[in-house]
């Protein structure tokens, strides 16, 4: 699996978009990036997924280069509720199963 | 509603005890994973599933067993519980066709 590289820290004002940046120079032409988060002490949270072309939801929306060797998620407007662990992971897409190996990821601190 | 449910949520053992874990899905998943979370590793996965019978380790996977008899419940038994095993795990089941990952809320284990 291609690793991840995201920088540990970043703040964020609330109410302004947070873009959070993640590496993954060395992704294959078949693996997804993921994106999941971590509220303290709650267990993690996904939030979306994509290939090769842009994707939002609800949450979210995921911008990755046309080189797929980078990504930023980006929060459209940052609450307070936003302050978390956030997690980049690429992974193989498989038939029968999908194994996540998490990395250490950005903590967000989203400030009044 | 579906959701995954984790028992018990807080636990004390000694050391050399048997310890199990357990974690019960009700969104018929075939695949199932147990992570440990310590401060300074993340999040480390232990054994995973993808199906009845079907049992992998991952990283962190020593002192660690599982068994998948039925489609809704993956156990995690300390055989033998050590200190260093002393950590919150949590529990995840996830959908094939699109790799979203459901976790439970964690269960801390204590191992004095």
């Known amino acids: 699996d291609a690793k991840t590289t995201q920088p540990p820290s970043m703040d964020c004002a609330e109410g302004r978009a947070a873009n959070l940046p993640c590496n993954h120079s060395?992704?294959?032409?078949?693996?997804?990036v993921y994106w999941y988060r971590q509220i303290h002490s709650q267990g993690p949270q996904y939030i979306i997924h994509?290939?090769?072309n842009n994707e939002t939801n609800e949450m979210a929306s995921l911008i990755i280069t046309e080189d797929r060797k980078s990504s930023t998620l980006i929060l459209p407007h940052a609450t307070l509720r936003d302050t978390a662990v956030y997690y980049c992971?690429?992974?193989?897409?498989?038939?029968?199963?999908?194994?996540?190996?998490f990395g250490a990821g950005t903590i967000l601190r989203v400030k009044s | 509603d579906a959701e995954i449910t984790q028992s018990p949520r807080h636990k004390i053992t000694e050391t050399g005890r048997q310890v199990t874990l357990a974690c019960h899905q009700t969104?018929?998943?075939?695949?199932m994973f147990w992570y440990r979370q310590d401060l300074g590793h993340g999040l480390r996965l232990i054994h995973y599933?993808?199906?009845?019978?079907?049992?992998n380790k991952g990283e962190v996977s020593d002192g660690y067993s599982v068994s998948r008899s039925n489609t809704e419940d993956l156990p995690l038994t300390l055989e033998s519980a050590a200190s260093s095993q002393t950590s919150v795990y949590f529990c995840?089941?996830?959908?094939?066709?699109?790799?979203?990952?459901?976790f439970g809320e964690g269960s801390r284990l204590t191992v004095l």
């Open positions: 995840a089941s996830s959908v094939t066709s699109t790799g979203e990952l459901f």
């Open positions: 060395t992704i294959s032409g078949n693996e997804y």
């Open positions: 994509g290939l090769k």
């Open positions: 992971i690429v992974r193989v897409f498989m038939e029968y199963g999908n194994k996540l190996v």
């Open positions: 969104w018929n998943h075939n695949n």
């Open positions: 599933s993808y199906g009845v019978q079907d049992t």
